[in-house]
């Protein structure tokens, strides 16, 4: 199973050697200015830059040299990501963990591929899945798939959290511009009333489907949420138990547990253990999303994925886009002390794309121990936080024009707009172009002087420049696009968690907040006043929340 990960533990050596090299080489460029990189070398912005499968990265603007850049792809090399890549796509059980083989590449894979798991191929399957989720978005959109009552479905809602909703939200927002517009779709994920009580606002029962999105099915907010659907839908059509079968799918890994729910299991949509939650929005878990966009559509996004798995497997480190910026996050995280990086999508439709992005960095490489158990000595998965331009534009971008941080960004920018209004798309783009070229190259007090800028004013007005990004220019959003998109970044994630040793794919923080609401959970809801043994902080929380809610 380990059998090539665990050689990596014991190479700490060498990639030691790189480390300090590097450490040094930052001595060096913290104290270029990039105006100066790029007054030396008149090619830098067309030599730094990486095209392939129709996504382009300019990482010119990133403080580095090319010493650097050759220090990084060593450290790639030492840290084994060419063997780390041949095993998770062979279905080695890299999450080791979870004793799990990561395989969300296999979701895209084309219908002829093979992929092993436990010496079983996993993609005929995969396509069996996809062709039933085809079948059934169909039936839905065309209106064979009638409700209780015989009338069309026109209100499909998701319910899940965390990967089994984030995926389907970003994509539906994404590829909205593709979606079947005589139909709403909405998602409900927080344990908060408020969510489920607003989602169904104003919708007919009769009319609506839920799909209970839950990889275990035994999440507290997604089963509370999914049993008060079924009271709502239920109250709305008669009582009727029969109903459900109209009115619910499942999207899970867990039959039993399905079943137990009252969904009939041929309602029911399967994917499997080794696609971790936020891996997953291209499995069965993007039902949603299929419906919305349709089948060709989704595949068409699948295809985008796979071409940027395949890149990424195949291409020469130097000129692969996943692991360029895999390792300037690893510079900046380790080097330079970001704590952050902002993700600044220039497309309205992309506005979900930093929260889902979250999830997908953080708790992927939000880790402190290696593969070994043992202490990391570096810092590990940066805050990612973003916002579309230009919204951010006029909110934070203060703080990473002008304030004491280093914040590395990225900016996501389309040539084609999917909304061409007057000169709306030309003025998008001259934002990204004007706010990566003032942050790397500022402005200078005789700049600011030039301009008759009084005195005491100069300092104020002076940007001292030097901040780094990364531009991803592509064509248009299409959902191919996004698939090679959210790939990218998949990736990206996978390089930094190898260079760092760690397992970027499980989550054991998570798994701790759904066991600790349990215990309390009684002790808020039990009529008797309950016997408290936390701390004196959370007893009296406890007490204070029950005597409140008497009150009401
Ligand atoms: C993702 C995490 C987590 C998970 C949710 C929902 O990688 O494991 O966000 O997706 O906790 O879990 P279920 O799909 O099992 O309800």
Known sequence: MAARVQPLTKRPASKRSVWSALASDYNKVSKLHLHQLFAGDPQRGERMAVEAVGLYLDYSKNRVTDETLRLLLRLADESGLRERIDAMFSGEKINITEKRAVLHVALRAPRDASILVDG??????????????????????????????????????????????????????????????????????????????????????????????????TTLETMTNARTARSWSLAGLGNDETSVAKHFVAVSTNAAEVAKFGIDTANMFVFWDWVGG????????????????????????????????????????????????GLLGVWYNDFFGAQTAAVLPYEQYLKRFPAYLQQLTMESNGKHVTLSGKEVTRDTGPIYWGEPGTNGQHSF????????????????????????????????????????????????????????????L????????????????????????????????????????????IDSFDQWGVELGKVLAQRIISELESPAEPILNHDSSTNTLVRRYRKLKEQQ
């Open 397 to 456: 971008y203060q703080l990473i024009h002008q304030g004491t941080r280093l914040i590395p960004c990225d900016f996501i920018a389309f040539a084609k707009p999917l909304n061409p209004l007057q000169r709306h798309h030309d003025l998008l783009l001259a934002n990204v172009f004007a706010q990566t070229e003032a942050l790397a190259f500022g402005k200078t007090p005789e700049q600011v002087k030039a301009e008759g800028t009084p005195d005491w």
């Open 278 to 325: 936020r891996y997953s929005m291209d499995s069965a878990i993007g039902l949603s999303t299929m419906v919305a966009i349709g089948p060709e559509n989704f595949r068409s996004m699948l295809n985008g994925f796979h071409q940027m798995d395949e890149h990424f497997r195949t291409a020469p480190f130097e000129a692969n886009l996943p692991v360029l910026m």
């Open 458 to 501: 100069v300092p104020h007005r002076v940007f001292e420049g030097n901040r780094p990004s990364n531009t991803i220019l592509a064509e248009q959003l299409t959902p191919e696009t996004l698939g090679k998109l959210v790939a990218l970044y998949e990736h990206s994630v996978f390089t930094q968690g190898v260079v760092w040793n």
């Open 120 to 217: 079983k191929n996993v993609v005929p399957e995969v396509h069996s899945v996809l062709d039933k989720m085809a079948d059934f978005s169909n039936r839905v959109r065309i209106g064979a798939w009638k409700g209780h009552t015989g009338k069309q479905i026109r209100n499909v809602i998701n319910i899940g959290i965390g990967g089994s909703d984030l995926g389907p939200v970003m994509a539906y927002e994404a590829l909205k511009h593709y979606s079947e517009r005589a139909m709403n779709f909405r998602f409900v994920s927080n344990i908060d009333g408020t969510d489920f009580a607003e989602a169904v606002r104003g919708l007919d029962p009769a009319e609506t489907l839920f799909i209970i999105s839950s990889k275990t099915f």
